[in-house]
């Protein structure tokens, strides 16, 4: 059975400390890996996509690395700006999205 | 387009009342996924459309739940006789393919 697993749940930062998130799945047929940022009360918001182990994206403060097994996060010196859960996502081959729980992260000033 | 857009909101209602919900897609999307989520959850998927077609659903959609996408353009999604379970967070999302998927603000069911 196709399964996503992030962790840990929950992150406290101080604000500039850099950390990890990770997102490890099975799933037979995997066609990408997306990562998403969601706000309270709001729709996920798209991060990044990756396709193949190895590969690697990167957006301001965030960095996306994929292996066979899993995905990780970087946050480099994150600001209270960056606080939102960030949910991981695997795609089947009929294109829809099978999400992890998500990792609620807070960055203290 | 700027984006997906879902109406309403928010929605209150009394349990076993039907409701109805909106998503309107990105125009030139042909693909649109209708997900659910609840507090501390992510977002499971109940059913997605090309075009018109509706192409799979989840074993999470009762047959209290139906969903459709009338000449490929919106969607709407009905719940009959809403049980209190059924509060949570209906998101929709959009794409062309299966790349860059655009979810919306979601709209928000409470069942009292």
């Known amino acids: 059975e196709d399964q996503v697993t992030q962790s840990p749940e929950a992150l406290r930062l101080q604000e500039g400390e850099s950390s990890s998130l990770n997102c490890s799945y099975t799933?037979?047929?995997?066609?990408?890996l997306f990562w998403y940022r969601q706000d309270p009360g709001k729709g996920p918001e798209f991060l990044f996509t990756?396709?193949?182990a190895g590969e690697e994206k990167e957006k301001e403060r965030l960095k996306a690395t994929l292996t066979k097994k899993e995905s990780f996060l970087h946050i480099t010196a994150p600001k209270p700006e960056d606080s939102a859960t960030y949910l991981c996502?695997?795609?089947?081959?009929?294109?829809?999205?099978?999400f992890g729980q998500g990792t609620t992260l807070q960055v203290k000033p | 387009d700027t984006g997906v857009s879902q109406n309403p909101r928010h929605k209150i209602t009394k349990r076993g009342q039907n409701v109805t919900f909106r998503c309107d897609p990105i125009?030139?999307?042909?693909?649109l996924y209708w997900y659910r989520q609840t507090l501390g959850q992510g977002p499971e998927f109940l059913t997605y459309?090309?075009?018109?077609?509706?192409?799979?659903k989840s074993r999470l959609l009762s047959d209290r739940f139906s969903a459709e996408r009338p000449k490929g353009s919106f969607s709407t999604l009905e719940i009959q006789r809403t049980e209190q379970g059924d509060s949570a967070m209906y998101l929709c999302?959009?794409?062309?393919?299966?790349?860059?998927?655009?979810f919306g603000s979601g709209t928000r069911l409470t069942v009292v």
């Open positions: 999302a959009s794409t062309l393919g299966s790349d860059g998927y655009t």
């Open positions: 799933v037979s047929g995997l066609r990408g």
């Open positions: 990756l396709y193949s």
């Open positions: 996502a695997v795609q089947r081959n009929t294109g829809k999205l099978i």
């Open positions: 125009s030139e999307h042909n693909r």
């Open positions: 459309f090309q075009n018109e077609a509706q192409l799979e």
